[in-house]
C-alpha cells in the first residue's frame, strides 16, 4: 500500500520561503504522477502543482506561477515543492497525492493522499 508524508510545513511571513517534501513509500514511485493540493478552511481542496512520472510535464495553478517550483527525485522517492514569495492567501493544508491515471488536475484523478501539512503565511 502507498503510504505519503509531507513535512516542511509551518509559519512564515509574507514574503518568507518554505520547502515542502513528500516521502513516496509501498510501491515504485517512478510510475507516479505527483501533486501537491492546499485547502483553506472552508474551501474546496485544490490543485497547486503537479509533476509527471518521468518529470517532464508539470503543472502549475495561476496563482503560485513563478513563485513555486515542484520537483521529484525518483532516487529517494520524494516530491518538492519549494515556495518563494510567500502571501496569506498561501495558508492552507498542503496535501500530496500520487496516481498514474495522468497529470490530472482534480482530486479524483488521485488514488493515494498523505496526511497534510499546515502552512501559514502571516502579514
Known amino acids: 500500500q502507498v503510504q505519503l508524508v509531507e513535512s516542511g510545513g509551518g509559519l512564515v511571513q509574507a514574503g518568507g520561503s518554505l520547502r515542502l517534501s513528500c516521502a513516496f513509500s509501498g510501491r515504485t514511485f517512478s510510475i507516479y504522477n505527483m501533486a501537491w493540493f492546499r485547502q483553506a478552511p472552508g474551501k474546496e481542496r485544490n490543485i497547486v502543482t503537479g509533476i509527471s512520472w518521468s518529470g517532464d510535464s508539470t503543472y502549475y495553478a495561476d496563482s503560485v506561477k513563478g513563485r513555486f517550483t515542484i520537483s521529484r527525485d525518483n532516487a529517494k522517492n520524494t516530491v518538492y515543492l519549494q515556495m518563494n514569495s510567500l502571501k496569506p492567501e498561501d495558508t492552507a493544508v498542503y496535501y500530496c497525492?500520487?496516481?498514474?491515471?495522468?497529470?490530472?488536475?482534480?482530486?479524483?484523478?488521485?488514488?493515494?493522499w498523505g496526511q497534510g501539512t499546515q502552512v501559514t503565511v502571516s502579514s
Open positions: 497525492a500520487a496516481g498514474d491515471r495522468g497529470l490530472g488536475r482534480t482530486p479524483n484523478a488521485y488514488d493515494y
